[in-house]
C-alpha cells in the first residue's frame, strides 16, 4: 500500500535514479521500507525515484495509489498528447508503407524510425538492457541532457512504478574469504561504475581482451600511449533536411574524418548516441561534453552555427585523445555509410562488455614501481588545480558573456549616440547657410556616420573573437566537471588499499589479497594520471590558440576602428 509522506527539508538529485523534494512537499511512498537509508516514491510533479529515507516524515496510508496519484495528471490522458500519438503511428505507418521520404539525402546519412522534435535518440528496440547502476554514466552525468521540458520517457506513456532494487549481500560477495568492508551506497560512483567491484577482484577476467589501451612512463610521469593512426575529421556544411513529406526536420551535419575516404552525415541524435556509449564505457576519461540542447529556435542561424563551432571543437578533442580517439564505436560513427551496416555497429557497441570497471582491464600499465602516497599527493595537487581552474574558467566564461551583451547593446547604442550628436551638431550649423562652411559641415556629418558603423563593428566584433573564447570556456567547463567523480574513484580506489593493509596487519586478511588490492589499485592511478597528463597537454595547447586567436582578432577590429577614424580626421586637414 502506498504511504503519505511530507518532505522535511529541500533534496536536490545528483542522478537519475533520485529526484528532487522540496521542504514540506507531499510525497506517495511505495514502501516504507528503506534501502540502505533511501525511500522510492513520488513527488507532488509526477516524478519517480529516490530520496533520503531522514528527509522524509511518513504521515501514514494513502487512498489512492502511485499509479491513481499520477494518472490524472498522466499526459497520455490529454488529448494533446493522444492526438501526438495518433500522429506519431501516423508516421510509422507511412515509414513501414514507403511514403515517407527526405528532401536530401547522402550516402552515411541514416533515417531511422525513431526520430522525435528533440533529435535524441529513442529507440528502444535496439538498446540492450542495462543494469540501473550503470543507468547514469560513468563520469557521473546523465547519459542524455535532461535540461529541457518533456526529456523524462516517462512522462510520455502511463505511470509504471519501478522495480525494487535488490539489496546488496555484502556475505555473498565475499565468498572468496575477503571480510573487507563494502560501500553500501549503491549511488557513490566509486560503486556505480564499479570500480570498487575491480579493486576488490570481483571483475572476472576475460579469457581474451580484444581491445588494449596503453600507459607509458614520460617525462611528467604516465602517459597514454599515442594512437598509432592519428587523423582529424572536420565538421561543416549543416543543413536542414526534412523527413516524412516535411513532417520531420533535422539539422545535418558534413563529416570528412582524414582516414577515411568518403565524408559521412550525421545528425545530433547520432553525436548524442555515441556520448551516451562513451560514458558508459570510459570510466576514468574526462570525455567532452557534447553542445547543449535547446527546445526553441532550434533552426534558427546563430542557433546552428553556434552548434556548428561547438561540434568541431569536441571532434578535435575526440580525436585528439589516444584512447577515445581508437573506440571502435567511434570509428564506427565516423565511417559507416550504409544503413544495415550502421544498425549492427549501433547494436555491437551498445553490447560490448568491456565497459565500466571491465574497461579497467584492458590497460597495459608499465613496470616501473610509483609509491601509493606519491600518487595520492599528485591526484590532490590536480584535484586543487582543477577546482581553481573551473572557478577561473566560470569567472572568465561570466565576464565574456557581460562583454558580448555590452558589444551588441550598450557599445553599439552609445556609439550610436555620439554619432547622431555630430549629426545633429551638423545639421545645426546648416541653419544659417550663409555663415555656414559646407565642407565642415559634410566632414563633421561623416564623423557622425563613422560613429555609427563603430557601433555596428563593436556589434558584430563578439563574432570573430568572444564567441570563440566563449565556446573552448564551455568545453572546459564540461571536461572540469567531469573529473570530481573521476578523482573519487581514485580515492575510493586508495581507501581500499589502506583498509586491506590494516586488515592484513591484524591478521583478518590474506597478504596475497593485499597485494591484489594494491596491484590493482596501480592501474587506476596510471590510468588517472594518464588522463591527467593528456588534460595538461591539451590545455596548454588549447589556451595557448585561444589567447592568440582573441588577441589578433583584438588587434584587427581596433586596426579597423582606427582606420576609419584617420580616415575622418583626414576630412579636416584642408578646410
Not at 174 to 184: D, F, H, I, P, Y
Request: glycine share 8%; net charge negative; aromatic share 10%.
Amino acid at each position: 500500500m502506498a504511504l503519505k509522506g511530507r518532505a522535511l527539508y529541500d533534496f536536490r538529485s545528483e542522478n537519475k535514479e533520485e529526484i528532487s523534494i522540496q521542504q514540506n512537499e507531499d510525497l506517495v511512498i511505495f514502501s516504507e521500507v528503506s534501502l540502505d537509508g533511501w525511500l522510492q516514491g513520488q513527488n507532488s510533479r509526477g516524478e519517480t525515484g529516490l530520496f533520503p529515507a531522514s528527509y522524509v516524515e511518513i504521515l501514514g496510508p494513502t487512498t489512492a495509489g502511485p499509479n491513481d496519484a499520477h494518472s490524472s495528471g498522466s499526459p497520455s490522458d490529454s488529448p494533446g498528447t493522444q492526438v501526438s500519438l495518433y500522429a506519431s503511428s501516423s508516421v510509422a505507418c507511412a515509414v513501414r508503407s514507403g511514403e515517407g521520404s527526405g528532401s536530401l539525402s547522402h550516402p552515411g546519412s541514416f533515417e531511422e524510425d525513431d526520430d522525435d522534435d528533440w533529435d535524441d535518440w529513442d529507440d528502444g528496440s535496439t538498446v540492450v538492457d542495462e543494469p540501473q547502476a550503470c543507468a547514469l554514466g560513468t563520469n557521473g552525468h546523465p547519459p542524455l541532457n535532461l535540461s529541457y521540458p518533456g526529456a523524462y520517457p516517462s512522462q510520455h506513456m502511463a505511470f509504471r512504478p519501478k522495480p525494487p532494487l535488490e539489496r546488496q549481500d555484502s556475505l555473498a560477495l565475499a565468498k572468496r574469504g575477503s571480510v573487507m568492508g563494502r560501500n553500501l551506497n549503491r549511488f557513490s560512483c566509486f560503486v556505480r561504475s564499479g570500480v570498487e567491484a575491480f579493486i576488490l577482484g570481483d571483475v572476472p577476467m576475460m579469457t581474451k581482451v580484444i581491445e588494449t589501451y596503453a600507459i607509458e612512463m614520460g617525462p611528467l610521469g604516465p602517459q597514454w600511449k599515442a594512437n598509432p593512426h592519428p587523423f582529424a575529421c572536420t565538421v561543416e556544411d549543416p543543413t536542414k533536411q526534412t523527413k516524412f513529406k516535411g513532417i520531420k526536420s533535422y539539422i545535418s551535419y558534413k563529416l570528412t574524418p582524414s582516414h577515411a575516404g568518403s565524408p559521412v552525415y550525421r545528425r545530433y541524435k547520432h553525436f548524442d548516441w555515441l556520448y551516451n556509449r562513451l560514458l558508459h564505457k570510459f570510466t576514468v576519461i574526462s570525455v567532452p561534453h557534447l553542445p547543449e540542447k535547446q527546445a526553441t529556435g532550434r533552426f534558427e542561424e546563430d542557433f546552428i552555427e553556434k552548434r556548428k563551432r561547438r561540434l568541431i571543437l569536441w571532434m578535435d578533442h575526440m580525436t585528439s585523445h589516444p584512447v577515445l580517439s581508437q573506440y571502435e564505436g567511434f570509428q564506427h560513427f565516423l565511417s559507416c555509410l550504409d544503413n544495415r551496416q550502421w544498425k549492427m555497429g549501433k547494436r555491437r557497441a551498445e553490447r560490448d562488455e568491456m565497459v565500466g570497471a571491465s574497461f579497467l582491464l584492458t590497460f597495459q600499465i608499465p613496470t616501473e614501481h610509483q609509491d601509493l602516497q606519491d600518487v595520492e599527493d599528485r591526484v590532490d595537487t590536480f584535484k586543487a588545480f582543477s577546482k581553481k581552474m573551473d572557478d577561473s574558467v566560470l569567472q572568465l566564461s561570466t565576464v565574456a558573456s557581460e562583454l558580448v551583451r555590452k558589444h551588441v547593446g550598450g557599445f553599439r547604442k552609445e556609439f550610436q549616440k555620439l554619432g547622431s550628436a555630430f549629426l545633429a551638431i551638423s545639421h545645426s550649423f546648416r541653419m544659417d547657410p550663409p555663415f555656414g562652411s559646407e565642407a565642415l559641415n559634410s566632414a563633421i556629418s561623416h564623423t557622425g556616420r563613422t560613429y555609427e558603423a563603430v557601433g555596428e563593428m563593436f556589434a558584430e566584433q563578439p563574432k570573430n573573437d568572444l564567441f570563440q573564447m566563449l565556446d573552448m570556456l564551455s568545453l572546459y567547463q564540461g571536461l572540469l566537471s567531469n573529473f570530481p567523480d573521476i578523482i573519487h574513484l581514485q580515492k575510493g580506489a586508495f581507501a581500499k588499499v589502506k583498509e586491506s593493509q590494516r586488515m592484513s596487519d591484524e591478521g583478518r586478511l590474506a597478504q596475497e589479497e593485499t597485494d591484489g588490492v594494491r596491484r590493482r589499485c596501480r592501474v587506476v592511478g596510471f590510468a588517472l594520471q594518464a588522463e591527467m597528463n593528456h588534460f595538461h597537454q591539451r590545455r596548454e595547447l588549447d589556451f595557448k590558440h585561444m589567447m592568440q586567436n582573441y588577441l589578433r582578432q583584438q588587434i584587427l577590429f581596433y586596426q579597423r576602428v582606427g582606420q576609419q577614424l584617420e580616415r575622418t580626421l583626414r576630412m579636416y586637414d584642408h578646410l
